[in-house]
């Protein structure tokens, strides 16, 4: 149990362009989301804390109106990166915390690879 | 600020047992995650500590002393599919996970 799923697996773009991001909780919900950015070699940045039905929290030096964040369920959360740009080239990782589970545990989509020509 | 201290790399032979360390500075502690991170694959999750002592599961074990701001993961029998970055994590006071930049382990036959 515990699966998340992201989409797409990998995603290129031009410059310019938008890219949506889906992350799923497959068999349970999560009133809380959360997107990560990794570049190589480096360790997981969080972006910012997705709770369904509203605003998302941003971490400092995160522009929310680039990263758009939208969590309209309890299974599904949206990250669009707008007008991206190659420097947004990263590694974007999603985790869902499950609704009454006691542990503290996030459960982690399998990422998406964007590339940003 | 908050840190995650791990060593970046370590290098072990197959069958021994190694031992990654994590100290820690964060603004509260709700639990400390152990995450087993293959190269351009999401974290995989290895142990979670929230009290003093060692927590054992099959070949994996952590380790947390909070006076200490301290954790280690032990890995036993090292076997080659366990090459790969380990992560160390903290839950904050505000239920953020605050990450160490991970340490790679080289297994060697």
């Known amino acids: 149990g515990a699966v998340v799923s992201q989409h797409p697996s990998w995603v290129i773009c031009k410059s310019g362009t938008s890219v949506k991001i889906e992350c799923r909780s497959l068999?349970?919900?999560?009133?809380?989301m959360f997107w990560y950015r990794q570049f190589p070699k480096q360790s997981l940045m969080l972006m910012a804390t997705s709770n369904e039905g509203s605003k998302a929290t941003y971490e400092q030096g995160v522009e929310k109106d680039k990263f758009l964040i939208n969590h309209a369920s309890l299974t599904l959360s949206t990250l669009t990166v707008t007008s991206a740009h190659p420097e947004d080239s990263s590694f974007y990782i999603c985790?869902?915390?499950?609704?009454?589970?006691?542990?503290?545990?996030?459960?982690f989509g399998p990422g998406t690879r964007l590339t940003v020509l | 600020g908050q840190n995650i201290d791990q060593p970046t790399e370590m290098t072990a032979t197959e069958g021994a047992i190694v031992q990654i360390n994590c100290t820690y500075q964060t603004s509260g502690f709700n639990g400390l995650f152990w995450y087993q991170q293959h190269a351009g694959e999401a974290p995989t999750f290895l142990s979670y500590n929230v009290l003093d002592g060692l927590e054992e599961k099959g070949r994996f074990s952590s380790f947390l002393s909070r006076s200490k701001g301290y954790s280690y993961l032990l890995l036993k029998e090292l076997q080659m599919k366990d090459s790969a970055s380990y992560l160390c994590?903290?839950?904050?006071?505000?239920?953020?996970?605050?990450w160490g930049a991970g340490t790679k382990l080289i297994i060697k036959p």
């Open positions: 985790s869902a915390k499950p609704v009454g589970l006691e542990s503290n545990e996030q459960f």
């Open positions: 068999d349970f919900q999560a009133t809380t």
């Open positions: 994590a903290v839950l904050n006071s505000n239920y953020q996970l605050i």
